[in-house]
C-alpha cells in the first residue's frame, strides 16, 4: 500500500521561500506521476503542480507559474516543492499526491489520490 508523508511547511513572511517534500512508501512505489495541491480555509483543492516520474515533465498551475518549482528525486521516491516569492494568498494545506499508472488526464488521476497527510503553509503579510 502507498503511503506519502509531507513535510516543510510552516510560517513565511510574504516575499520568502519554502521548500516541502514528500516522501512516497511502499514495498513497489513507482508512480507515473506525483503532485502538488492546496487547500485553504472555506475552498476546494486545488491543483498546484505536478511532475511525471520517468522524463520529469511537469505542469503548473498559472497561480504559481514562475514561483514554484516541483522537482523530484527518484533514488529517495520524493517529490519536492520550492516555493519562491510566497504571498498571503498561498497560505493553504499542501497535500501531494500520486498516480500509479499511465494517464492522459493526470490532474483527474492524481485528484484520486492517494493522498499524504498535508501541510500547513501559512504566509503572512
Known amino acids: 500500500q502507498v503511503q506519502l508523508v509531507e513535510s516543510g511547511g510552516g510560517p513565511v513572511q510574504a516575499g520568502g521561500s519554502l521548500n516541502i517534500s514528500c516522501a512516497g512508501s511502499?514495498?513497489?512505489?513507482?508512480?507515473?506521476?506525483m503532485g502538488w495541491f492546496r487547500q485553504a480555509p472555506g475552498k476546494e483543492r486545488e491543483f498546484v503542480a505536478a511532475i511525471r516520474w520517468s522524463g520529469g515533465s511537469t505542469d503548473y498551475a498559472d497561480s504559481v507559474k514562475g514561483r514554484f518549482t516541483i522537482s523530484r528525486d527518484k533514488a529517495k521516491h520524493t517529490v519536492y516543492l520550492q516555493m519562491n516569492s510566497l504571498k498571503p494568498e498561498d497560505t493553504a494545506v499542501y497535500y501531494c499526491?500520486?498516480?500509479?499508472?499511465?494517464?492522459?488526464?493526470?490532474?483527474?488521476?492524481?485528484?484520486?489520490?492517494?493522498w499524504g497527510q498535508g501541510t500547513q503553509v501559512t504566509v503572512s503579510s
Open positions: 511502499g514495498r513497489t512505489f513507482s508512480p507515473f506521476a
Open positions: 499526491a500520486a498516480t500509479l499508472g499511465y494517464t492522459d488526464y493526470l490532474i483527474i488521476a492524481l485528484r484520486s489520490g492517494p
